[in-house]
């Protein structure tokens, strides 16, 4: 069996931007599907959910995106009706919660990390990508099966940085993971990035749950309820079974981690 995890972002790593508050956190979230359940379960399934609601058709997929949804936004704008949008909200929260696959998120508060490493800071997207790394090599290992990543594209220059911060992963290990270990257990050191526009179901999947999980591990972290929204249900379906977690059911450290 062949696994891969679907990287989505939410914030920027900017550190000269982390005093604001609205651009405080980066956060990454990993989502890990089996390929050959994705070629035959989820990604049909994602398509008939679109095909029912928004029209779409193999010749021009409608490509799921959180912000536009929530917005609206054509080609979503069948949800502007009450009834269709609490039918589609209906049939979205039951795949996401009969699908199955596995969710990392790290968060990083960039102002902590900028005041609490005055001298030397690991780049924050590399810091946490390192992380969700880490723990799906680990995944791996204990099931002894091999996987790859695939990131969103963000652009040329933004590629180039995803990519040459995953490989220097691969070759140089981490505090935790051995660079043999990387080899073992992951198909390539390259890592796959495309765009969202190629209608890949796992971007399209992560791109959903990566807010929410955000949010999600921010309140955790404060000690605070989930939100009482949409995002809030979905974070109420991670931590019912989605997360990973520990042997002992533990989900903080496993399949959500703070940082610094």
Not at 107 to 123: G, P, T
Not at 222 to 237: E, K, M, S, T, V
Request: aromatic residues 10%.
């Amino acid at each position: 069996m062949k696994y891969r995890m679907y990287i989505d972002e939410v914030g920027n790593s900017d550190l000269g931007a982390s005093a604001d508050p609205n651009h405080r956190y980066l956060s990454l979230t990993g989502v890990i599907f089996e390929l050959d359940y994705m070629a035959t379960v989820a990604f049909p399934a994602i398509e008939q959910l679109k095909s029912r609601y928004f029209d779409s058709h193999p010749d021009d997929p409608v490509i799921l995106h959180r912000k536009e949804l929530v917005n609206k936004k054509p080609p979503f704008a069948a949800l502007q009706d009450e009834a269709m949008e609490a039918a589609f909200n209906r049939d979205l929260l039951k795949l996401l919660t009969e699908l199955d696959y596995v969710v990392i998120t790290a968060v990083i508060d960039k102002l902590e990390h900028q005041q609490r490493y005055s001298v030397w800071r690991f780049d924050p997207y590399h810091y946490c990508l390192t992380v969700l790394v880490e723990r799906y090599v680990r995944w791996l290992q204990e099931r002894n099966c091999q996987g790859d990543v695939l990131a969103e594209s963000r652009g040329g220059k933004e590629d180039r940085r995803l990519k040459d911060s995953f490989e220097r992963l691969c070759q140089e290990g981490s505090e935790y993971v051995q660079p043999q270990q990387f080899a073992r257990w992951l198909t390539s050191r390259q890592l796959k990035v495309k765009s969202k526009a190629n209608n890949i179901a796992g971007l399209q999947i992560a791109d959903i749950i990566a807010h929410p999980s955000h949010r999600a591990t921010m309140a955790r972290r404060q000690q605070q309820a989930l939100p009482d929204n949409f995002g809030g249900r979905i974070g109420g379906i991670l931590e019912a079974s989605k997360y990973n977690r520990s042997p002992q059911g533990r989900i903080e450290g496993w399949g959500r981690k703070w940082l610094p």
